[in-house]
């Protein structure tokens, strides 16, 4: 009895036989030099990303920082341009209400020394002079 092993092909050709051998084309030995620039191009391009996604934070916080100042420096001049428009208004009122003022007092004065009887006692309501009552 004889035993075949396992995974043996059942056909051996002979040395006599011709074995068709299927020839695959050879492959082109690798271009090292070509590997190298699409390794360097893939780290570049990492490198770029990174630095991209870096400065867009970093330009972000500064153009927020320039921001706040510019807005600083418009506050406090709006400040200042307010307070010189209150003192310059209030100024204005203060001259012109001191202009009203001495014109009545002027006026009080003319009409005290106008009237020829010191009895006579002026209306408060700055009307004419009235007389006194007994």
Do not use: C, H, N, W
Request: proline share 8%.
């Amino acid at each position: 009895m004889v035993t075949t092993a396992r995974g043996f092909p059942r056909f051996l050709p002979t040395l006599t036989e011709v074995v068709q051998v299927r020839l695959q084309p050879a492959e082109p030995p690798e271009d090292l030099a070509a590997k190298e620039a699409a390794r360097r191009a893939v780290f570049a391009r990492r490198m770029r990303e990174q630095l991209r996604e870096a400065m867009d934070g970093r330009m972000q916080d500064a153009v927020a920082y320039a921001m706040l100042e510019q807005v600083d420096m418009i506050g406090e001049r709006l400040r200042r341009q307010m307070e010189d428009m209150v003192r310059d208004s209030l100024e204005s009122v203060t001259e012109r209400l001191k202009t009203e003022l001495d014109l009545m007092v002027r006026e009080a004065v003319d009409r005290v020394l106008s009237d020829e009887d010191p009895q006579t006692v002026l209306d408060p309501d700055g009307g004419p002079p009235t007389e006194p009552s007994p």
